[in-house]
């Protein structure tokens, strides 16, 4: 399995930005494909994920409202778009799969190597 993020840039605060993950060599459908982030110094949050077949986006209420995770099996990519930028977005976000939905990012076993969002105020 192999996941690659893309989308990543410096904007204002309030702008938009969408995440890219280009997903490839899910041995099956049932699995979630999360997004999360991380600050220098800090853990790896969870941000949102769907699953890969049925759906069912669910986020942290940090982002409730703001970001919208959504999914194109047929180009086999996952989307995180983000809406309303925060100073507080500002973070290294990840793309990773898991066989079962959850928030636990130690129940991801694999992951992207990260693109950087950089929101200024």
């Known amino acids: 399995i192999q996941l690659a993020e893309s989308g990543g840039g410096v904007v204002q605060a309030g702008a938009s930005l969408r995440l890219t993950c280009a997903v490839s060599?899910?041995?099956?459908?049932?699995?979630?494909i999360g997004w999360f982030r991380q600050v220098p110094g800090k853990a790896r949050d969870f941000v949102a994920a769907?699953?890969?077949?049925?759906?069912?986006?669910y986020y942290t209420d940090a982002v409730k409202g703001r970001f919208t995770i959504s999914k194109d099996n047929a180009k086999s990519t996952v989307y995180l778009q983000m809406d309303k930028l925060k100073p507080e977005d500002t973070a290294l976000y990840f793309c990773?799969?898991?066989?079962?939905?959850?928030?636990?990012?130690?129940?991801?076993?694999?992951w992207g190597q990260g693109t950087q969002v950089t929101v200024s105020s």
């Open positions: 060599g899910l041995p099956a459908d049932n699995f979630d």
């Open positions: 769907i699953h890969w077949s049925v759906g069912n986006p």
């Open positions: 990773a799969a898991a066989q079962m939905v959850t928030m636990n990012r130690a129940e991801y076993d694999y």
